[in-house]
C-alpha cells in the first residue's frame, strides 16, 4: 500500500499531462450550444417539455435519416447484409419517439393553453426532416414542398430526396437484380409521385415468402422494412391521439386540421404488398 501511495502523484501528473489539452466530454458534444437551446417564450414551467420532447425528437429524426439514407445505398449496391443492423437500429430509434408521446401527453390542454398562443405559425407540420422520412420511406407528395418555398437551400434538399428512389423502390430493383420479373412502370417511374400497389411486385415478394430459405435475405430485408412501416404507422397514431388528447379538434398552430389531418396520414401505408401478400400465403 506504501508502495502504491508513493507512486500516486506521479501517476496522477501524467494523467494530467497526457489529457489537459484533449476536449473534453461537453466539448466533443457541444453541450454548451445544445443545453442552451431552450428558450421559453413564456413563463410557464411546463414550456420546457413541450421544446424538449420536440428537439430531441429532431435529434433521433437526423440519426433516422442518416441510417436510412445509408441502407438505400447499400440496398442499391446489393449489400443487403449491411442494411440489416442499420434497419434494426430505426426501428429501435421509432421505438423511442413513440415513447416520447407518452412524456408529452403529461401536459395538460389547461397547461398547452398557458403557452400556445406564443408558438405563432410554428407547428410540427413544418418538420422538413419528418418530411425527408416519409420521402425515404415512399410516401412522396409534391405539394408538401410547397410549405418550404421560402428557403431555397432546404427546398433543394427536399425537391433532390422527392426525385430519388426511396428504400422501397432500391428493394424492388433488388428483387429485379436477383431475377424476378418487375414491370418497367415500376423500376422506371417518376420517384417524385406516389407508389402504387403492382401485381408484378406482389408476385415477387410472394415467391419470397413462400421460399424462405433460397431467397433469406430478401425475406429479411422485407421483415425489415414491415417493422419499420408498422412502427411508423404507431407513431403517427400517438401523434394524433397525443395531439386530440391535448387540443381536441381545434386547428394547428401553423394553420393545419390538426387531429383530422393527422387521421388521415394513417390511411397510408408503407411498402403495400408486403402486408397485401399476407392474405395471399
Same mark, same amino acid.
Given at each position: 500500500? #506504501?508502495? #502504491?501511495?508513493?507512486?500516486?502523484? +506521479? /501517476?496522477?501528473? @501524467? *494523467? ?10 461537453? +466539448? ?17 414551467? +411546463?414550456?420546457?417539455?413541450? %421544446? *424538449? ?9 437526423? !440519426? %433516422?435519416?442518416? @441510417? ?6 447499400? %440496398? ?16 429501435? *430509434? ?33 418538420? =422538413?426532416? $419528418?418530411?425527408? %422520412?416519409?420521402? !425515404?420511406?415512399?410516401?412522396? $407528395? ?8 421560402? $428557403?431555397?437551400?432546404? =427546398? ?9 428512389p426511396s428504400i422501397y423502390d432500391a ?15 415500376? /423500376? $422506371?417511374? +417518376? ?14 415478394? !410472394? ?38 388528447? *391535448? ?13 383530422? =389531418?393527422?387521421?388521415?396520414?394513417? @390511411? =397510408? ?13
Amino acid at each position: 500500500m #506504501e508502495k #502504491e501511495n508513493k507512486h500516486q502523484p +506521479d /501517476l496522477e501528473k @501524467e *494523467i494530467k499531462t497526457e489529457f489537459q489539452n484533449d476536449m473534453s466530454y461537453g +466539448d466533443y458534444l457541444c453541450l454548451e450550444k445544445i443545453l442552451s437551446s431552450q428558450h421559453r417564450l413564456s413563463d410557464h414551467h +411546463d414550456e420546457m417539455l413541450f %421544446i *424538449i420532447i420536440h428537439q430531441t425528437s429532431e435529434l433521433w429524426m437526423k !440519426l %433516422i435519416i442518416h @441510417e436510412l439514407s445509408a441502407a438505400t445505398e447499400c %440496398i442499391q449496391n446489393n449489400r443487403l447484409d449491411s442494411s440489416f443492423k442499420m434497419l434494426s437500429r430505426v426501428s429501435r *430509434i421509432q421505438h423511442q419517439l413513440i415513447q416520447s408521446w407518452q412524456v408529452l401527453s403529461t401536459l395538460t390542454p389547461a397547461d398547452y393553453l398557458q403557452f400556445r398562443s406564443k408558438l405563432g405559425h410554428s407547428s410540427g407540420f413544418q418538420s =422538413y426532416q $419528418n418530411r425527408l %422520412i416519409e420521402f !425515404l420511406l415512399g410516401q412522396k $407528395n409534391p405539394q408538401t414542398l410547397l410549405v418550404y418555398q421560402h $428557403n431555397k437551400e432546404l =427546398y433543394s434538399q427536399l425537391q433532390n430526396s422527392l426525385n430519388k428512389p426511396s428504400i422501397y423502390d432500391a428493394s424492388i430493383q433488388a428483387l429485379a437484380n436477383r431475377g424476378f420479373s418487375i414491370n418497367d412502370s415500376s /423500376l $422506371n417511374r +417518376d420517384w417524385s409521385q406516389p407508389y402504387e400497389l403492382n401485381e408484378h411486385v406482389e408476385a415477387a415478394w !410472394l415467391k419470397v415468402y413462400r421460399n424462405v430459405d433460397q431467397y433469406w435475405d430478401l425475406y429479411e430485408l422485407a421483415e425489415k422494412l414491415v417493422d419499420i412501416g408498422s412502427q411508423q404507422q404507431l407513431w403517427r397514431y400517438q401523434h394524433m391521439s397525443t395531439v386530440e388528447r *391535448i387540443i381536441g379538434n381545434k386547428k394547428g398552430t401553423g394553420g393545419s386540421s390538426g387531429v383530422t =389531418y393527422l387521421k388521415r396520414l394513417l @390511411e =397510408y401505408q408503407f411498402f403495400p404488398e408486403l402486408w397485401s401478400l399476407r392474405t395471399k400465403l
